[in-house]
């Protein structure tokens, strides 16, 4: 596989890459299957609205139990979605043809695909980055939204504890130098989510187009226990991705009386 996505067509002068293709393709299957399983709500769910209603009140719970109700109230729309984005594509990079349909030529050992035609979407370092400078917008506004802009900054630069005299002024300077460590790491946040959630995705597809060109009489075998390994391991980085995002808020947000919820 190629480290960065290819090139198949154009949409006026956009660029349309194979991974784009795939986003789209799971963000329109989520659309359609979200409006189906509510397009006729019953108070007693069943089907696929039983299933729908049974993921997001599972993600509303848990995450509440973390950030709290206050908080999880104005961001779970984030929250729940970029969760069930980001498992449902890594689950559809999975699918048998992803990263070996498409256009190539025929090799010594058999027909290599040069330009596929799908790719992961997290397997891409666009999709990834994107979605974290998403998030890192969402996290100011979210911010200054709960404690306001003095009260951001007093979370970076104030001292904290109560000091008084000279250890005061020194403790002024100490927490005003952590500050501005706290700011480069804030920074940095959005590069480390992406190259996590990205790292992770693209070094699974390699793993498994290894496992099946390792031996080509068991190339239909050798990748099947890998398969299960990386549902699993696309169902943890989902998670991850939700996790972080959701206490790097919380941290942020908390007032000096933070909800009993913060604290589980």
Sequence with gaps: MPQSAVE???????????????TWIVAIGLIVFAQIATRRMKEIPDGIQNFWEWMVESLHNFLEGI???HLVNRTFWFFASVFIFILFTNWVGLIPGVGTVGWGSQGPHGFVVHQPLFRGGNADLNMTLAMALVFFVCWVVWAIREVGPIGFLAHLFAPKGETSGALKALMVLVFFAVGCLEVFSILFRPVSLSFRLYGNIFAGENMLEAMSTLIPSLG????????????LVGFVQALVFMLLTAVFTMLICEHDEAPAGAHH
């Design 8 to 22: 198949i067509g154009h949409l006026g002068p956009l660029p349309i890459t194979n991974s784009m293709l795939v």
């Design 67 to 69: 950030i709290g109700h």
């Design 220 to 231: 239909w075998l050798l990748p099947v226990p890998f398969y299960f390994m990386e549902l």
